[in-house]
């Protein structure tokens, strides 16, 4: 089962809300869901199997908690992946130019990916797995390495509904 199959599933994604905020076991997760433990079961072994949920045995008792790190490690089957060659001492910024579909912005004295493909949107950059702290234009390679990009996507964690009670005395 794809892992796009595995979170189309309402009652999945609810158990993954719900772990999200705190660990439950089974029972709690069915109670909270008002469906049989069995059917809630059967979802949470889906989980446990492409690597969402986890659980924590104590005694005769099983907890359950998210592994959230999982969840956007997912979407990094959708990247793109390219090989560049360039001379030693460039700087990132000169490999991006080199890579079709991004598109680089200067403000002010730095460097930024502003699109990728088309899509618009905030940008950060790895190198080696570390995130440098300087702009992709003064970032230098001195050896191979892996660049990658990510994109910052906002992800709704509240959502909070404001109601304004009306002032009978106001003028």
């Known amino acids: 089962m794809s892992i796009i199959k595995v979170l189309s599933s309402d009652t999945r994604r609810k158990i993954i809300k719900i772990l999200l905020k705190k660990e439950m076991h089974i029972s709690g997760l069915a109670k909270e869901l008002n469906l049989s433990k069995t059917i809630v079961a059967r979802h949470v072994k889906i989980l446990e199997k492409h690597g969402i949920v986890e659980r924590k045995k104590f005694g005769r008792t099983h907890v359950l908690r998210i592994k959230i790190d999982k969840i956007y490690e997912t979407f990094d089957d959708f990247k793109d992946v390219y090989s560049v060659e360039v001379e030693e001492g460039v700087s990132v910024l000169d490999v991006l130019k080199k ?12 460097e930024y990916v502003t699109k990728i493909d088309g899509e ?19 970032f230098i390679l001195e050896r191979d390495s892996k660049i990658v990009l990510k994109k910052l996507v906002p992800v709704k964690r509240k959502e909070i509904n404001v109601r304004i009670k009306k002032n009978k005395k106001r003028k």
């Open 99 to 110: 890579v079709m579909g991004v598109e680089i912005e200067k403000i002010g004295d730095r």
């Open 120 to 138: 618009k949107g905030w940008y950060i950059y790895e190198v080696n797995g570390e995130m440098p702290n300087v702009s992709i234009n003064k």
